[in-house]
């Protein structure tokens, strides 16, 4: 009985040497811009939920500027990465980052924000998975003319705030998408202003940018608000409180659905109405399991996938996130 169970343990070690094995077998490498934003934190969660479906390592490091983004590359490499999936934090880097990949013998894959090569055009042939970025625009816009139409305001005192940055194309495509919805639905031309943010897209950027747009339009007394991101249009509102603005008098829709549940989960409403939430699980595991299969099997994914997006509200937030496995 001794020996027997003795034999036992031996093969459960055995056992449980081999699936640790397994698992550094493939290691890929997930880089993102701004590690503490938490569309990032949950493209990590499921690249990680990925990596324990299908048994591969991921290592996640936070690249904020160019310099740490090679040496992340390096990195990953030095410890045993075949591959790595990538949000850049400057889309003009692709080609250093594509060189770097092949020094290393890696494969790439660019998540969110796509590379643009030396031609400033897109680099096609660089595999991409991001947001149908002008559609989920247009929704923004649609949901902000939805929401007007439903508060007797005078079209004359309303100022569409556009916060933008026009340095990334995704997020230039998510702004022209809104302004153009709602032209097309009847909001004058004349009173789309923008606030460019600079640098990075951060809650206190958003809010110098917006300072400075309503210091300029000081009689605009109602606002609809549209935004590269969640923290654009965070931003804006805390810029707007600020100056004083009414809760009711401000109408702002988010993209992401993620970095703006604090403020749906405010006990009494601010003048963020929404956001359309986009698949986070999508942008981590997909991107990650594509990654693995790449590797593993030499199946190379699409060159180009996109992802849609679906309102959230203070009314609806609890369940769709629920259902989209972002909550418990
Ligand atoms: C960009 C933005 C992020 C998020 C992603 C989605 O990277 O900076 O906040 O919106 O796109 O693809």
């Known amino acids: 009985m001794k020996r027997f169970r003795g034999l036992w343990h031996g093969l459960a070690a055995l056992m449980l040497f081999s699936s640790v094995a397994g698992a550094a077998d493939i290691v890929i490498g997930f880089l993102v811009k701004q590690p503490e934003e938490q569309w990032f934190q949950l493209e990590w969660k499921f690249a990680d939920m990925a990596g324990k479906d299908f048994g591969f390592e991921v290592i996640k490091i936070g690249v904020p500027d160019g310099e740490k983004t090679l040496a992340a590359i390096d990195n990953i490499a030095a ?16 080609p250093a980052i594509v060189a770097g990949a092949r020094a290393n013998n890696l494969k790439v894959l660019a998540v969110d924000d796509r590379f643009v090569g030396a031609d400033g055009k897109d680099m096609e042939s660089v595999h991409y998975l991001g947001i149908s970025a002008y559609k989920i625009g247009q929704e923004v816009g649609k949901t902000l003319m939805e929401q007007m139409a439903k508060r007797n305001w005078d079209i004359k005192d309303v100022g569409l705030c556009l916060v933008t940055f026009d340095e990334l194309p995704t997020i230039q495509d998510r702004t022209d998408g809104a302004r153009d919805m709602c032209i097309e639905m009847g909001f004058p031309e004349s009173q789309v202003y923008r606030a460019p943010v600079m640098q990075r897209m951060e809650i206190p950027t958003a809010l110098d940018a917006t300072n400075t747009l309503l210091t300029r339009y000081p009689n605009v007394k109602h606002w ?6 969640d923290s654009c249009v965070l931003g804006a509102v805390r810029a707007m409180e600020g100056r004083g603005i009414a809760v009711a008098d401000a109408i702002g829709v988010g993209i992401n659905g993620t970095d703006c549940v604090p403020e749906l989960e405010k006990a009494n409403p601010t003048s963020f109405y929404g956001s359309i939430l986009l698949s986070a699980r999508e942008h981590g595991y997909l991107t990650s399991e594509m990654m693995y299969k790449w590797i593993k099997d030499g199946v190379e994914p699409p060159l180009d996938t996109r992802t849609v ?10 369940r769709i996130l629920k259902d989209e496995g972002i909550t418990e």
């Not at 609809?224 to 991101?229: F, K, P, R, V």
């Not at 997006?309 to 609890?318: A, H, M, N, P, S």
């Open 224 to 229: 609809l608000i549209a935004g590269g991101n």
């Open 309 to 318: 997006g679906k309102l959230i509200t203070r009314d609806t937030f609890r």
């Open 79 to 94: 410890n045993g990465a075949q591959g790595f999936v990538i949000c850049t934090p400057d889309v003009k880097l692709g």
